[in-house]
């Protein structure tokens, strides 16, 4: 997210002038409209280099147009509802099991020191790996289907949740608890008003991260060992050289990816909207 | 889409407790060996497992000393490597320099930051076989994957420090009239620095990941190749003793761009980065 407000900060460069004024000048309505122009201008530039003076194999890389007749394929064979359907079915239980699982290991961490010191080198030891190194273990001990997806999306959305949990309890200020203390808060007081507020925004951030690798999960674990959902999709689309279906596969993934990012995003601005400013 | 790096929260241990690492060290390795000791017993004594599923800690052990004395693990070590390595360079240089120039040019921000937000959020490892499609089986496809998956967060995060160069520093160079390359050099690049090597960090992840799944999608050598192959085969201790020979190779890289990042930018204060980017 604060990429995404770095793209419209001032920056440090003082005294810009022509273009970069304008810009800057502009509303909020005018810079959605000069990215729709550039986004349009992107699409036809495409189109024309692939689709129209064929300077780039389209086998490789279809034309904007190409992408959209191969989405319209898909639909219209049902293959992409099918497989988008255990898709996402192996994404939402995946990632529920990781919630589950990781906000009260995370919560654990962070309210006791011991387990902090246990469990913590551990999970950053699995964390650190990329989880596609589990993913052979795991199509060979949950078998060929949905079961290696399951498994390779909890165990990508797992740690981001918990960690972050446990560093949102324990970057909690000290002077707030004190505070708390001194005004005779109860344990479970503590809890709810002091550590549970300031481990929010962090929660957040880290089902954000999970999303993302979640999906990253959920297509790697498709392609390489399963024969339906959205990565088997693209891997025969593209072993057959349809590479026009691939793309519009992908295309899905991605607003898949975006949307569910969003979505954390929204139920934060719902259930806990005093993390818009705290995070900045 | 964040540098609050939950790396620097964790990593550093808490000042009042540096006096008690040790007493810390000895539970962890107790714990660990605890559960190598249920381990074992689980599979070799009580058999509730069968071996072949999930072999013994000894078993996986033994296969680990066997593999590391085989020349055709060290060949597939050196593959991977190799290809990491190559496009992990590539990727830094060509992130940190557009990650600059999009970061200093407020045109460049406008127009081509969103793009890169927008690559930089799609699972790119869906693009995989279409890059084994076009650049076939050998080491191009896997070090053009490594860079695409690595090159996203090192040029937005390099993008994000360039945006949050503190601007009296910048004023303060142009009145001793350094300008030009010469401010980006002194003034924009190490101040920028800490956050590139944030999104180095990130990055050499993603870029194990993509040589990995290039190995597995299109296999003619390399770890990956060879984990697929011995658990394909069911050979789970192998497997087992590869998959930690992985965790190890990743760890290692991230300590090692940890050490350089205490090394090259002592200055940096991780919390900063957290509340004040």
Redesign the interface.
Known sequence: ????S?????????G?RG??SW??GLSAGG?AA??AV?VLL?LVVWQLVVGVWGLVNPV?FPAPLDIARGFGELVASGSLAANAAISLQAWLIGFALAVVVGIPVGLLMGGS??VD??V???A???Y??????????S???FGFGIGPVIFLVTVSALF?IL??V??GM??TSPSLLRAGRVYGASRFELYRKVFLPSTVP?LF??L?QAV?LA??GM??AE??GSSSG??AL??KA??T?Q?DQ??A??FV??IW??SM?QVVSLVERWTAPWTRKA?? | MTTISIEAVNAPPLRRHRRLPDKWAWLLMAVVAGILLVWEAAVSWLHLVPESFLPPPTAVAAAFVELLGRPDFWQAFVFSLQNLAIGLVLAVIVGVIVGLAVGWSPVLRFTVAPFLWLLYSTPKVALAPLFILVLGLGNESKIALVFLLAVFPIILNTMEGAVTVNASLVNAARVYNVNGVALGWKVIFPATLPYSLAGIQRGVALGFTGEVLGEFLGGAGGLGHLLEFAAYQFEMAEAIAMVFVMVIVANLLLALISALRKRLAPWYDDRQVMYGA
């Not at chain 1, 997210?1 to 995404?4: F, G, L, Y």
């Open positions: 997210m604060s990429a995404m770095a793209i419209f900060a001032s920056g440090p460069n003082i810009r273009l970069a810009l800057a810079r000069v990215l550039e992107l490789f020191l011991p010191k246990v913590g080198p551990i950053w030891t699995i650190a790996t990329p989880t596609i190194a589990y993913q052979p273990l199509k060979a001990w981001p960690l972050n446990a560093a324990r970057t962090f951030a880290g954000r993302v999906t990253i297509v790697v392609m390489t959205m990565g693209i891997i593209a072993n050289y590479t691939a793309f596969a992908i993934v991605v990816s975006v990012t995070r900045r």
